[in-house]
């Protein structure tokens, strides 16, 4: 089994669906991450979670909500989204956050289209 | 602030040959991380290998060395031995102690030709 699985691997949804994104790593990490990936674009981080606290909000919009119920799951709740959220949603977890040498380890991403 | 840039949005390598995927950084802070993820069509980024900024050799993980070039601010991926494998989207990122989120580069779309 892979250290970092992301289901569903691609989704669909409408502006005004619900939907949701789960990550779940199976590498005793302590910390957890979730990234945005545009066309041509950096990866942009969106929040961080050490220890099951949520560490960083990089300015995400409230229609994304993410939820850390334990060091070993992390879901991105999604709600009323925009075209322009489609993307690559990559999570990534790491040993421990705040040091300079910690490596993330990343699944394979939900790519997401909102109609 | 801390910054990555990758000049080459794609280069293209004959098999079996090497290739040097180039990475400078920019950041004030003494104590950084340079790291390099290998991100195939499947999406998944692969984590390839780890430069800290006081490390005193180069890294090296099997084919991948990372040449560390501290005065110039240049992190530069070397694959020896290309294999078709190889083809896909290189990135370059950086930690510093300031903040200790990834910073990443753009991509170089690398082609392993046959």
């Known amino acids: 089994e892979t250290g970092v699985t992301q289901t569903p691997r691609h989704l669909v949804m409408g502006m005004t669906n619900k939907k949701s994104l789960k990550c779940e790593q199976h590498?005793?990490?302590?910390?957890m991450y979730w990234y945005k990936q545009s066309a041509k674009k950096p990866l942009e981080l969106m929040f961080v979670y050490n220890f099951k606290e949520q560490t960083e909000n990089n300015s995400v919009p409230s229609r994304f909500s993410p939820e850390c119920p334990n060091s070993s799951h992390l879901f991105l709740h999604l709600h009323t989204l925009q075209p322009e959220d489609s993307a690559l949603y990559l999570c990534?977890?790491?040993?421990?956050?705040?040091?300079?040498?910690?490596?993330?380890?990343f699944g394979a991403g939900t790519r997401l289209s909102v109609l | 602030a801390q910054k990555i840039t990758q000049t080459q949005p794609g280069m293209f390598v004959q098999e079996k040959e090497a290739v040097t995927l180039d990475c400078t950084y920019d950041?004030?802070?003494?104590?950084?991380?340079l790291f390099w993820y290998k991100q195939p069509s499947s999406g998944e980024m692969i984590f390839l290998i780890y430069q800290g900024s006081y490390d005193q050799q180069n890294a090296t993980e099997g084919r991948y060395s990372l040449n560390f070039q501290k005065a110039r601010k240049s992190a530069n991926l070397v694959i020896s031995a290309s294999q078709l494998g190889d083809s896909a989207m290189y990135f370059c990122?950086?930690?510093?102690?300031?903040?200790?989120?990834?910073?990443f580069g753009t991509g170089t779309r690398l082609k392993v030709l046959a």
């Open positions: 990534a977890s790491s040993q421990d956050f705040g040091t300079t040498g910690n490596i993330q380890y």
């Open positions: 590498l005793g990490h302590n910390a």
């Open positions: 950041t004030s802070d003494p104590s950084y991380g």
């Open positions: 990122a950086m930690t510093a102690s300031g903040t200790y989120k990834y910073i």
